[in-house]
């Protein structure tokens, strides 16, 4: 007969008194209670840490930092946002960019898209985002997308940037023009579909 939770963690409590016992000992206690006493061991995703190399001695926020990357990067957007990688290869500000996102979990197939000018990305792990600006019936829109967010389907950079020197390009708010000369954002702008009419 199954015991209650509290029980059942009060037991498990007291036959471990190392704070942070290993998974073998779990595995000892749960095989000497007979099978009774249900016990979940989890299994861990990745064989070893991702720990680099060049670390001695490893931050372990760091690398549970880098393993939930490594989880959410699905289809290899991890390389638009490296900070090392050369110019070509990652997305910088200034950017046009093309970004598709999922509307609901429940249905896949209902999906969004807006194109526009990158004018600022914010790099922090888990949590990089990026902000894309662009003109919609003559209306300055701004969005900002979660890289790793699961909403997000598809992230394509239309033309890279040509002769920017800043890291936010927040100037363009107050100077648009400048911002819409490109051929490709031309383009974007005119895929997207217009507003439902009002009525």
Do not use: H, W
Not at 145 to 161: G, H, T, W
Request: hydrophobic share 40%; charged share 25%.
């Amino acid at each position: 007969m199954l015991r209650s939770i509290g029980q059942r963690l009060a037991g498990l409590a007291g036959g471990l008194r190392v704070p942070g016992a290993s998974m073998q000992r779990l595995q000892q206690r749960a095989a000497s209670t007979g099978g009774t006493e249900p016990y979940i061991v989890p299994q861990p995703q990745f064989a070893t840490p991702l720990a680099r190399a060049e670390e001695k001695r490893p931050n372990v926020m760091k690398v549970v930092e880098r393993e939930a990357v490594a989880r959410a990067d699905v289809d290899g957007r991890a390389k638009l946002f490296l900070r090392r990688a050369a110019p070509k290869d990652r997305m910088c500000a200034g950017d046009v960019v093309f970004v598709e996102t999922i509307n609901s979990m429940s249905d896949p197939s209902a999906t969004t898209v807006f194109g526009g000018v990158c004018i600022a990305i914010y790099r922090r792990g888990i949590d990089t985002s990026f902000i894309l600006r662009n003109l919609v019936q003559n209306v300055g829109v701004e969005m900002r997308f979660m890289a790793y967010s699961p909403l997000v389907k598809r992230i394509e950079i239309m033309q890279k940037a040509q002769r920017v020197r800043r890291a936010k390009l927040f100037y363009l708010r107050d100077r648009p023009g400048r911002a819409f000369q490109g051929k490709a954002l031309r383009k974007v702008a005119k895929s997207q579909p217009p507003p439902p009419a009002k009525s």
